[in-house]
């Protein structure tokens, strides 16, 4: 699965948040990373140029800082010109369809607020109801966005467990099963085995990405086990 | 279970001495999905141990 990752940030080196996550996602060669103001600064956007990058690409993912209640101007007019009726979408399909579509959204505001009561008033799935309905109208399947809040209050300490669902957001099949984040975590340790070899490193991670794999088959049997109980 | 303790310590290990942040991230996660496991083959073998001895089986 190859995914492109178009961000969008007026001012991406003085992000702190998005160089953080940018930074995290250099060792992936199948994450195309599309940062719209670097490219165009002078918002001419190339029409075609954009158009073939989706069509190579499985997952698109829209990567902003969440500016009142939307995204930074430059990526809404990316979807005015690049989303075009007859190519991208259309009664009769387009390069779109069958495709994921998913938001990883930077969020200065604390989660408590966005819910009736809080002082945003809405939800995160209200406020985003636009990119709900390109999805649908361009054919792509919706994926559970990936929504980052007050990242500069996050103790260093917790920064990798937002980073490692980050990774799956753009990288995994989307199902969070254990079976799943199990398969996807092997590869990922295989890639690593495979360009470290002969040193400590690589007899720990083979040896980890073994118990992984036997404990994987334990809960298979376990399973049957239990299914044979309950339907005996 | 034994064989278990060992990883964790050896991950553990990996993890203090590597420098990339990246990779003490797939350390971590290795360590994480591990510790899930293991928490879910002790949740089944207390479910089919309860099933077992549930009252209900008893007059089987």
Known sequence: ????????????????????FLNGIKDFSN???????????????????EQELLREH??????????????????????????EEGVTHGPRGGILEGKEFGLVLMIGVSEKEYRAGGNEQFTISELTKPFQAMAGKTGMHYLPPFEIYQFVYTEDDRKMD??????????????????????WLMDLLEDVI?????????NILEYAKNIIEENQSEIEDLKIVLNQMYHR | MEQNAWIHEQLQHLFTNTDDYNRRTLIK???DLIREQEKRIYQMEGEIEGTIWSPKRWGE
């Open chain 2, 29 to 31: 996660a290795a360590q």
């Open chain 1, 1 to 20: 699965m190859r995914t492109l990752l178009i961000v969008s940030h007026p001012d991406i080196i003085e992000s702190y948040s998005q160089q953080y």
């Open chain 1, 31 to 49: 994450i195309t990373v599309h940062h719209l103001e670097n490219l165009y600064p002078d918002w001419n956007i190339d029409v075609r140029k």
């Open chain 1, 58 to 83: 499985d997952r698109i993912i829209f990567q902003f800082p969440f500016y009142w209640y939307s995204s930074p101007p430059l990526l809404k007019h990316w979807q005015d010109v690049v989303l």
């Open chain 1, 162 to 183: 937002i980073l490692i669902p980050y990774w799956q957001m753009l990288t995994m099949e989307n199902n969070d099963s254990l079976a799943t984040r199990e398969n």
């Open chain 1, 194 to 202: 495979n360009t470290s070899e002969g040193t400590d490193e690589q």
